[in-house]
């Protein structure tokens, strides 16, 4: 037998023969391993091995596996020989040397070229299948359900990619011995030559089961070898930091030198390809036009981290992105390009409405039967806002440059949510392919694991959406190593530095210890940088641009080109704790016995000056964060709660809007101005709700907060009446005009006010006085909206809010239909028509609205900000909801950077501001800005009250309440938590008592019946059938872990007992 040798520099230098260095023959290698694999098989495909090599060594062209993977890189095979080689620690791929970077074999180093792609698989991949979906998908170890990783366990829940010409099979076992088959034309090759003897023999035994097989712990090394599974001569940057590094990666896969193998090996102690490598900027730019590719902003679901989707460009159901490799190396919130995958490739789903796109068992079925199934088993459950699991950003986050969906080949798809006789349903899947914008901050909170005879710690991040992190013990505490059991329980602050094409886990660096787990300031410290919120403190720079002379004082000339309201009777109304006051109301009668009612802004574009170093920062933070126990301001404090904030008794600065209004509230005039106030009184919303519901009472001022003496008492109690009478025929003829309001009860915490712990909780109640303030807040918007498009119709930055998703309200439809629920989804107005409809008449009534309203919610989409001169469909500028063809946003600039602008815009358009040095594009970027930063801020605020609740279960727990189900899965529940108005979902599987379940499935309602252990012999198994709107009664109980609660599903007798 020829020696290997040849063959393999064959393999790294086909036309440089003459130059190979002389190593020793190897025959002495190939003999130990012909005596520990005594198989009759084996010993013939050795035989057939080295009549090959003798062939191509005896030949001048180089070997078919060399010339498919030269065409597949697309590198001529001169360029291919100029390969620079300092990827690797040497050049020579001797047996010596790669025994002193691992004893490896030379076989097995043999076994790694073999597992890379062959001429025929070249032609498949460029039909559009990758090696990784023809040979099966990776088994995911970047995630875990409890966060944490012992030698790469691979996990059994993660779904497969399915294959059109074969079964999926295991690809860190099975590729190779599959590839090696294909070259040396013999279908019974073994599995790999870096197994022992022993797990040969079993593997023979049972072939057809052998993707879910495992190597022995002690055989690892070698599986290691043969798993890499790629040429070691293709190029791959060692630490690409962005994209321009990403551009000048070849389109193969990447490298894994020996080298590479030595300083960067993961915590299995081996490395493989794992992802694809990114596509170039010209070729993703060239896709987009020609429609073969599709961008969007990634969302990965909280509940089922597998799970990946892109909003869909033709509005239908999201397209899906299977697991890890799909979503190679993006990151929740990240900008992308996909490539849609072949067709005989997309996912079945049922066409469940309430959760769209998945099931927890096996509902990726191939379309062809030819798939092998796994079993998806539950996810730690996690509490998320509706937007997190359905609601879908729009495609002006990043302007697209398609507007139709095609296959690899251009050919334009049919309509894949048609739903199929059965009921089921065709969901296009994808791969990233570039990521265009990374928007998640790549910062994440975890715990640090010490790792034995590794350089590196393991971060495991509390976020399971993101990837195990390698953190070098140089970056850890100084005593991590010598006392790990010190930081159990301590959360850390890790930054991905980078994440390479062949590794399953990134690379990182700690940025900060936080402190102990489960102390709300650690916590909450770790949600707002992982969130990227700005909460330092404001600098030098920007607090110079604030007045110097304090306290103080509206100059003579500035009150001298303004209206002067100061003897008028305004007031505010906020919630008692408020201290950033923006908004006045007043309320006049007139003789004619109309009203003057005016609505009175904070003038914050006086002191935020365009260009400024103040002004820099507030459009970069572009929202106040409001959390439970404190504000992340946009702006300093002396402006928030000082100079803008309409304190009372206090001259203050405002942009004003003034109408002449019928008491039915039709409008009869209308201006808008510069002006001076000195509001009278500062009223909470419980102030005026007293007000209003005590309409004949005679307030006495202690029940009052301080009145300015110019204003009695009763003065200000006739103008909220006034206003609330006003505001109830406003909202009338609103909600008659078609608007609606999907209203979602949310949890407020009563605090001690030295710990700021909870002490206490209540579900926030929205009454009268709030609606007062809402109407004529809605009324300014659209007035101010009307005005400034009218006079900058290419500037002007309003708010739209798309339609909800047709294909999803279409089901929503017939889910309603089969539960018997009448409702009329053919418009906003209808919906709300319908939703405010009798659904009983108990105490239940708005438990069962509450959870209609939810269903409602989810095929909604989100408002956005948005600059005119941008969309030129005029029909695009509506607002859904509200039913409005204009609507912005001026009534917050002391929290909303987006008010500032529209400030800016209107004071331009009434000739009492400074010219506009606005453009078109400035205005959309500002706008995409604000966007992006109102969806953070509404996600910290929910965590920070999840977060708070957390703590509350802890301390006060366990809590007891009545449930209503939201939603049935095949082995869970989601249920609505009556007394506290918090989600959660019960995991079947993890009911105490329960002997087994069963789903059932009719049209779009599910199904599942619980069958509880029978107590004793003398009574028989309990059943309970779980749909949507069953009551159940549920226990709310601290887990294990810092912050997290569950709810636990109580027996049927126990309830009826209690």
């Known amino acids: ?137 990776r088994r995911d170890t970047a995630t875990s359900q409890d966060g944490d990783v012992e030698s790469g366990e691979e996990l059994g829940s993660l779904k497969p990619y399915e294959s059109k010409k074969r079964k999926t099979r295991d690809f860190n076992k099975d590729v190779a011995s599959k590839e090696t088959e294909s070259f040396v034309g013999r279908p019974q090759s073994p599995n790999t030559a870096g197994t022992s003897g022993q797990e040969q023999e079993k593997m023979k035994k049972s072939k057809k089961k052998k993707a879910n097989s ?200 049919q309509d894949p949510s048609t739903p199929r006789p059965n009921g089921e349903i065709l969901q296009k899947t994808a791969k990233v392919v570039y990521i265009i914008e990374k928007k998640h901050s790549r910062a994440v909170t975890g715990f640090l694991k010490f790792l034995p005879d590794k350089p590196f710690a393991m971060f495991s991040p509390v976020d399971h959406r993101v990837p195990r992190i390698n953190v070098l013990l140089a970056d850890c505490p100084e005593d991590f190593s010598s006392r790990p059991g010190d930081y159990t329980n301590t959360l850390f602050i890790c930054r991905i530095t980078n994440w390479a094409a062949d590794s399953n886990f990134a690379e990182g660096q700690l940025a900060k210890t936080l402190g102990q787990a489960g102390e709300i300031e650690p916590e909450t410290e770790g949600i707002l940088i992982e969130y990227e919120v700005d909460f330092s403190e404001f600098s030098d720079g920007v607090l110079n641009c604030l007045p110097k002379n304090l306290p103080w004082t509206i100059p003579a000339e500035e009150m001298s080109k303004r209206r002067d309201l100061r003897k008028e009777c305004i007031f505010t109304i906020d919630p008692s704790t408020a201290r950033d006051l923006d908004d006045a109301l007043s309320c006049k009668r007139l003789p004619d016995g109309n009203f003057e009612v005016g609505v009175h802004i904070a003038d914050v574009s006086y002191f935020v000056e365009e260009d400024n170093a103040l002004d820099a920062i507030a459009s970069r933070r572009a929202t106040s964060v409001y959390m439970v126990q404190k504000v992340i301001p946009m702006l300093p404090r002396l402006l928030c709660e000082e100079l803008c904030s309409l304190n009372p008794q206090t001259d203050r600065l405002t942009f004003s809007v003034i109408w002449t209004i019928t008491p039915e509230g039709k409008i009869l005039s209308e201006w808008f101005g510069r002006s001076v106030i000195c509001s009278c009184v500062k009223l909470s919303y419980d102030h005026a709700q007293s007000m209003i519901e005590a309409p004949e009472k005679i307030f006495p001022a202690e029940e009052l907060p301080p009145v300015d003496p110019m204003h009695p008492i009763d003065e200000i109690h006739q103008a909220v009446l006034n206003l609330h009478s006003i505001a109830k025929n406003l909202r009338a003829q609103r909600f008659t005009g078609g608007a609606l309001r999907l209203e979602q009860l949310k949890l407020s915490f009563t605090l001690d006010k030295e710990t700021m712990m909870p002490q206490g909780c209540y579900v926030y109640q929205y009454r009268d006085s709030n609606k007062l303030v809402e109407e004529f807040m809605l009324l300014a918007n659209i007035a101010t909206a009307h005005h400034i498009h009218k ?268």
């Open 1 to 137: 037998m020829d020696p290997p040798r040849q063959g393999k520099n064959l393999n790294r230098e086909p036309k440089r023969t003459q130059n190979r260095p002389s190593n020793p023959p190897q025959k002495d290698a190939y003999a130990r391993l012909l005596s520990q694999h005594c198989s009759s098989k084996f010993s013939l495909y050795l035989e057939q091995y080295a009549k090959d090599k003798a062939f191509q060594r005896d030949e001048t062209l180089p070997s078919p596996l060399l010339k498919a993977q030269s065409d597949r890189q697309s590198i001529p095979q001169k360029q291919r020989e100029q390969v620079p080689n300092d990827f690797s620690d040497s050049s020579d791929f001797s047996p010596s040397s790669m025994k002193s970077k691992g004893e490896e074999s030379s076989l097995s180093l043999y076994m790694e070229k073999l597992s890379t792609r062959t001429a025929q698989q070249d032609f498949e991949r460029k039909q559009g299948v990758s090696d990784r979906q023809r040979c099966g998908q």
């Open 791 to 1058: 006079q900058f119709p290419q500037l002007a930055l309003l708010r739209r809010h798309p339609p909800p998703k047709a294909k999803m309200m279409d089901e929503l439809q017939e889910l309603c239909d089969q539960l018997g629920i009448n409702l009329d989804l053919s418009s906003a107005g209808a919906l709300n028509k319908s939703l405010n409809a009798s659904l009983g008449d108990d105490e239940y009534t708005t438990a069962r609205k509450e959870v209609l309203t939810h269903m409602c919610s989810r095929p909604m989409q989100m408002a956005l900000y948005f600059c005119t001169g941008v969309l030129k469909d005029e029909q695009r500028f509506k607002h859904y909801a509200l039913n409005v063809p204009f609507y912005t946003h001026f009534t917050s600039p002391i929290r909303r950077y987006a008010d500032i602008v529209v400030h800016r815009l209107l004071a331009s358009s009434l000739n009492c501001g400074p010219g506009l040095g606005l453009s078109t594009e400035e205005v959309e970027k500002q706008a995409l800005r604000c966007n992006e930063r109102k969806t953070v801020s509404k996600r910290v605020q929910e965590l920070s009250s999840e977060l708070f609740f957390g703590v509350f279960v802890k301390d006060c727990g366990p809590l007891e309440s009545e449930a209503m189900v939201m939603g049935v899965l095949d082995q869970s529940f989601d249920v609505l938590v009556l007394r506290y108005r918090v989600q959660k979902r019960v995991y079947c599987k993890s009911v105490v008592g329960l002997d087994s379940f069963r789903h059932r499935k009719v049209g779009k309602t599910s199904e599942l019946t619980l069958v509880w252990r029978a107590e004793d012999r003398e009574n028989a198994p309990v059943e309970q059938v779980i749909s949507i709107f069953t009551l159940v009664e549920v226990q709310l109980k601290a887990d294990g872990a810092p912050m997290k609660y569950s709810a636990v599903l109580k027996r049927p007798e126990e309830c009826k007992s209690n």
């Open 214 to 413: 495992r190597q022995p712990e002690e055989d690892r090394s070698g599986e290691g070898q043969f798993r890499s599974g790629v040429d070691t001569r293709m190029l791959r940057p060692k630490s690409p930091p962005g994209i321009e590094k990403k551009l000048q990666q070849p389109r193969s896969s990447s490298a894994n030198s020996p080298a590479d193998k030595g300083k960067n090996r993961g915590p299995r102690g081996s490395k493989r390809p794992v992802f694809e490598s990114y596509m170039t900027f010209e070729e993703v730019s060239h896709g987009l036009k020609r429609g073969e590719l599709i961008q969007g902003k990634l969302r990965i679901n909280p509940k089922k981290y597998h799970d990946g989707f892109i909003p869909s460009p033709d509005d239908g159901r999201d397209v899906y992105l299977d697991g890890i490799v799909a979503r190679n190396r993006a990151l929740n919130g990240d900008i992308v390009v996909v490539r849609i995958l072949p067709r005989e490739q997309w996912k079945v789903v049922r066409s469940d409405t309430e959760y769209e796109g998945t099931s927890e068992s096996d509902t990726q079925k191939e379309n062809m039967g030819r798939t092998v199934h796994k079993k998806t088993t539950a996810r730690t459950p996690r509490p998320a806002g509706i937007e997190d699991d359905q609601c879908s950003d729009q495609d002006e986050l990043i302007r697209k440059l398609q507007n139709t969906a095609l296959t690899d080949t251009g050919e334009h798809l």
